[in-house]
């Protein structure tokens, strides 16, 4: 999204080209009005937010054309912007967009919010300041990273923005809430202070799955058994196991190495992320 030099002046050239795009409900992407364009044809937009910016990415192929949406939630002690900073993870959301997806960047409401009602709330305020700045077809997909499984995985067992969400992609997810507080006394203290006094029942994923009126949704897994960050056979995979028992579609896709090494983030993840989504319509 930002790889490579910015070229000012052609994106200047470009701003005053490309005029404007009708979006949904009748809104307009301006090639101004807090737009930029990226050297590589990317039109991005922040989204402002008491509790965080979000960053929402249109590829050039959603330009002129309805597209689904691809809600992306960043790991612990990350930010929105991650998504188009970072090298290995730009490199992955590319490779995602270019197949026709819009990309919500969210902020999750903070840099360790645990899927806290914080990061819930947060995330469905980006969504909806987002609806009118592209054209939506209607289908919405979470992708979480790491601590990001969290919102990303709740968002849709939860139904939190009133609809079922079509897939849900886990890069290196944490969805054991519980197993994350009891390995690790300064991610106790963490969750503690996202929860802030507020009951994390029903935040839990893998812990309170049976109760979720989302947990049939489809569900892919990208996880590494040399991870000693996120265990996946205590969080992703167990997800998985529990969603295919009730009936979900779910896929794994094993690599090697370390947490969120460039075998977990790299393009040909993100090809295969959007393969999962665009299967499931």
């Known amino acids: 999204m930002r790889n490579g030099l910015k070229a000012v002046a052609l994106t200047l ?55 689904p949406l691809v809600i992306v939630s960043h790991g612990r002690g990350g930010q929105a912007s991650d998504g188009s900073t970072h090298a290995p993870f730009d490199a992955m959301l590319d490779a995602l967009d270019v197949q026709g997806f819009v990309l919500l960047l969210s902020s999750d409401g903070g840099r360790e919010t645990w899927g806290s009602p914080t990061a819930l709330n947060t995330l469905r305020r980006a969504y909806r300041a987002a609806l009118p700045r592209f054209q939506h077809d209607g289908r919405v997909y979470t992708l979480g990273i790491s601590m990001g499984g969290l919102p990303a995985t709740l968002t ?33 203290r963490s969750v503690a202070a996202a929860f802030a006094g507020a009951s994390r029942q029903g935040h839990d994923p893998v812990n309170d799955f049976s109760g979720f009126v989302g947990r049939r949704t489809p569900l892919l897994v990208v996880s590494s058994p040399q991870d000693q960050a996120v265990n996946g056979v205590q969080n992703g995979l167990l997800l998985a196991t529990l969603a295919r028992k ?23 993840i993100g090809r295969q992320i959007g393969a999962f989504f665009r299967a499931h319509r």
């Open 13 to 67: 050239i470009a701003l005053g080209s490309l005029g404007s795009v009708q979006a949904q409900g009748g809104g307009q992407i301006q090639g101004g009005a807090g737009w930029k364009l990226d050297p590589d044809g990317r039109r991005s937009l922040i989204l402002p937010d008491p509790a965080g910016d979000s960053e929402l990415v249109v590829p050039p192929v959603c330009w002129k054309r309805a597209c």
């Open 246 to 268: 009730v009936g979900a579609r779910t896929k794994v896709i094993g690599v090697m190495g370390p947490h969120l090494n460039r075998q977990y983030v790299n393009a040909d």
């Open 156 to 188: 849709a067992y939860r139904r939190t923005l009133g609809f079922p969400i079509n897939a849900i992609a886990l890069v290196a997810g944490r969805v054991n809430l519980n197993n994350a507080v009891r390995t690790s006394k300064s991610r106790g």
